[in-house]
C-alpha cells in the first residue's frame, strides 16, 4: 500500500534553514505529483509546494522563493529545502500524493521557528 513517511524537521531560529525528506513506497513513484502541506495550530492544512512527475515546481505565495522542491525518482524520495524560516512558518509538514482522487498522507514532521 501507499506509505509516506517525512523526516526532518525539528527547532530552528529565524532566518535558519532546514531540508525535509519523504520517502514513498507501494506505488510507482516517478509516475506521479507530490505535495508537500503544512497545519499550524488552530488552522486549516495548507498547500505549501507540489511537484510534477517531471520536475515542475509550484509553490503557495508564502514561501515563494524561499522553499524549494525537487525529487530524487532513483530513490523514491521527495524533498523541500526550506531557507530564511519565519516563526509563521512553525508547522506540521505532511508529504502528499493524490492517486485516483484517494488522498494518501504521512504522518508528519513537525517544524518549530523560535528564537
Known amino acids: 500500500q501507499v506509505q509516506l513517511v517525512e523526516s526532518g524537521g525539528g527547532l530552528v531560529q529565524p532566518g535558519g534553514s532546514l531540508r525535509l525528506s519523504c520517502v514513498a513506497s507501494?506505488?510507482?513513484?516517478?509516475?506521479?505529483?507530490m505535495g508537500w502541506y503544512r497545519q499550524a495550530p488552530g488552522k486549516q492544512r495548507e498547500m505549501v509546494a507540489t511537484i510534477t512527475s517531471g520536475g515542475n515546481t509550484n509553490y503557495a505565495d508564502s514561501v515563494k522563493g524561499r522553499f524549494t522542491s525537487s525529487r530524487d525518482n532513483a530513490k523514491n524520495t521527495v524533498y523541500m529545502q526550506m531557507n530564511s524560516l519565519k516563526p509563521e512558518d512553525t508547522a506540521v509538514y505532511y508529504c502528499?500524493?493524490?492517486?485516483?482522487?484517494?488522498?494518501?498522507w504521512g504522518q508528519g514532521t513537525q517544524v518549530n521557528v523560535s528564537s
Open positions: 502528499n500524493t493524490n492517486q485516483w482522487a484517494v488522498n494518501y
Open positions: 507501494g506505488f510507482i513513484f516517478s509516475n506521479y505529483r
